[in-house]
């Protein structure tokens, strides 16, 4: 790492740390927006470095969000009881036990989606192009609706999450680190990653999987890795959300597949696909003109975030860094000659 | 059955719209049922200002072949020298902003349009059936029928099809094929925008059911397999059929994931397909 890069680390670092403290009022907005850059960086090791584009990744989002409601309530009270009553029943956590809970939650939320992707990567990594992000897109859909329909986890009512002890504020500040440490957490893990083997073998299977496989690279073991720590990372990111939000439903919280789902692909095709920084430079921007856009095109900004991704795809494929990367091939390691 | 029918007759045309599209041009439609409730919500308008809704089709198809080759102009014609999964992803945008922009301009509300007939009584009165769903099932053939004699007879319908087949070797031949792509789009959004005059007059509008059109429409076309035009017109019947009991059986909450599970279902018996025919190979 050289010292520039390091210089550039800490001050974001430093930065992602005075936020909250700066603005305390936005905090939950801020988290959010290290949300977007876990999805835009999962999004990006399937999408981006193996060519494979998902448009039902928020499957492992909404999935890491209800298994871990499910694991904290479950602890200490019944759960078809607690969702029959819509959320008339208030427990009361002791500190001891909230935490407990949320970790154990945690520590589910990011098994459970790792599971369920290496099961569906039997079936669904087998499809190619755009079948691929068919089917993909159908699964999601299909779990929000099957979820909508399950009384036993709410339905269509949702579940009201267990409640932050401690001091108001608190929560959201509390949120928000953890939704940093996780993006901060997946970013490093990445970085180490692509600088082994497997970026090359994904690459690889990007660029050409039948030259790939008769060249001795596992593909299927490959695929299905990369799509479980894509899924790793998202079901921690549901977790966090769920808890930040307070309250779980199906359609708009845990598998927004119409816009969540389809942000990550948006961001990070803003930022450059098949890059580290691309996703996170995509997440950020993105947020930015999203929240510009829902302060002052209320109501539009639906249309403004189709137009976006039109305009995106369309006219400017390559990404930021994509372009960049054309202009200026020196900041990139990659020499003239 | 026949409610089913009427239904899956309405998904035929949509289908047969993506499939045009797919085969010819390769793009992969998702914005398909928006250019549905898009071509409804005009004839919705149209029928508020006394037009009567059967003649409405007619300007709203026209209509909808301008909006289309706009469209086709702007954005789709870039899209096709792309790879695949950008097809996908901008008519995901075009989507979204046709469902939204509907949804500013017209409300969220369900909306019919009323079309004035009463119900039709079949073996003395134990199957009831609205007038009107016989009159789409018929006025469906009639589209649907008027589009295969154009593309088998017509000089144009030809150009297509030799497109369709091989772009390059068409264009040698003489074929414009630019004016092939948009035609085919805009004939596509014709088509969709009579589906939905047709869906307005025997179901409901309303600006976010568009994705279900077309998630409906792919499973049909992928059930159907591409180029497979009479393959297309009996999946589509049959998921009309299907889905009408699966509702009546498992409950309306499940209707949507039932056709999304029928859809994982023909992608998995496919990827079987090929995998038999691989290891026949070797």
Known sequence: MSARQKLLHLALLAAGIAAPFVFPSHSVQFAVFWVFVLFALTWDIVGGHMGYNSLGNILFFGLGMYVCALVQIGLVYDIAEYTAANGAIRIDFTDRQYFEGLALGLAAAALVPVIVAALLSRILLGLRGPYFAIGTLGVAIAAAELTNAWDYVGGG???????????????????????????????????????????????????????????????????????????????????????????????????????????????????????????????????????????????????ALGLLIIVNVVYFQQGILGWLRARRPRWFGADAS | MLNGLSVGAVFALVAYGLALVWGVTNVKNLAQGDLVMLGGFLGFKLAEHGVHPILAIVPVAVLMFGFGWVLYRIMIRRVIALDLFTSLLATFGLAITIQQSLNLIFGPEVRTIRSGFGQLELFDGSVEITWIRVIAFGLCLLVATAMVLFLRKSRLGQAIRATAQDPRAARVLGVDTDLVYSLTFSLNAALCGAAGVIVGMIWVLQPFYGIGYSVRAFVIVTAAGLGNLPGVIIAALGLGVVEQYSGFLLGA??????????????????????????????
Request: glycine share 10%; with cysteine.
């Open chain 1, 157 to 303: 009512q949702g579940i009201a999450m267990p409640v932050f002890p401690g001091a108001p504020g608190m929560r959201e500040r509390f949120f928000y680190g953890a939704c940093m440490i996780a993006a901060m957490a997946c970013y490093l893990f990445l970085r180490w990653l692509y600088s082994t083997r497997f970026r090359l073998a994904i690459n690889a299977i990007r660029d050409d999987e039948d030259k790939a496989e008769a060249l001795g690279v596992h593909t299927a073991r490959y695929k299905a890795l990369a799509w479980c720590i894509s899924a790793f990372f998202l079901g921690i990111a549901g977790a966090l959300f769920g808890n930040m939000t307070g309250f779980v439903e199906p359609l708009e919280t845990a598998y927004p597949t119409l816009t969540f789902g389809i942000f990550m692909v948006a961001m990070t095709l803003l930022g450059g696909k098949g890059t580290l920084w691309g996703p996170v430079i995509g997440a950020t921007l993105f947020y930015t003109l999203r929240e510009v856009t829902w302060t002052y095109l209320l109501g539009w900004q639906y249309v």
């Open chain 2, 253 to 282: 909450q499940f209707q949507q994931a039932t056709v999304v599970g029928l859809l994982l279902v023909i992608l998995l018996w496919r990827t079987m397909l090929l995998r038999r025919q691989r290891l026949a190979l070797q």
